[in-house]
T-cell receptor
């Protein structure tokens, strides 16, 4: 089993749609969780951290379920500019240590 | 978020030459930096963890004598690809650990695209 699993997609959605991505992780002791966004031929950029209480940043909402070892990202009112690959990332130790990446979920928002 | 720079952004070299890539944390001190490689349509693969003032820790399968890492200061780590070959052509990205209360967060440099002819 992969340490971090994501549906690779692609998810093709029209502008304005709501889309949700899910991710599961295998290490129950993992401490910190993140969603990064990576555009084609660019570096990953931090989108948001994920907390058990859930956190929202504009059109983006992230949620962590420790009991199910499950992380989600919800994007509301999708924009063309949201088209990218979304990486689910786990920091097992919760310190300045190496990250574990999912393979990424590709989102394509269309007119 | 924190700013991490990389230089050069793109390099094309002949087979057999060595290429040095610099990674700098611009607005914070990073005792730990990480070097990744990404081939087209594949995930980021961690190559090594760069520790300031000590030897780097390499992932399994990564040749330490081929990929030399130096982390001489709290703001600079370098990766040297020695005797580069076409199969070393890839996108090399560094990251640096966060600062303050968010040491668990990493910020990535813009990457260096290496093409070995």
């Amino acid at each position: 089993r992969k340490e971090v699993e994501q549906d690779p997609g692609p998810f093709n959605v029209p502008e304005g749609a709501t889309v949700a991505f899910n991710c599961t992780y295998s290490n129950s002791a993992s401490q910190s969780f993140f969603w990064y966004r990576q555009d084609c031929r660019k570096e990953p950029k931090l989108l948001m951290s994920v907390y058990s209480s859930g956190n929202e940043d504009g059109r983006f909402t992230a949620q962590l379920n420790r009991a199910s070892q499950y992380i989600s990202l919800l994007i509301r009112d999708s924009k063309l500019s949201d088209s990218a690959t979304y990486l689910c990332v786990v920091n097992p130790a919760g310190t300045a240590s190496k990250l574990t990446f999912g393979t990424g979920t590709r989102l394509q928002v269309t007119l | 978020g924190a700013v991490v720079s990389q230089h050069p952004s793109r390099v094309i070299c002949k087979s057999g030459t060595s290429v040095k890539i610099e990674c700098r944390s611009l607005d914070f001190q990073a005792t730990t930096m990480f070097w990744y490689r990404q081939f087209p349509k594949q995930s980021l693969m961690l190559m090594a963890t760069s520790n300031e003032g000590s030897k780097a820790t390499y992932e399994q399968g990564v040749e330490k004598d081929k990929f030399l890492i130096n982390h001489a200061s709290l703001t600079l780590s370098t990766l040297t690809v020695t005797s580069a070959h076409p199969e070393d052509s890839s996108f090399y990205i560094c990251s640096a650990g966060g600062q303050g209360s968010r040491t668990d967060t990493q910020y990535f440099g813009p990457g260096t695209r290496l093409t070995v002819l």
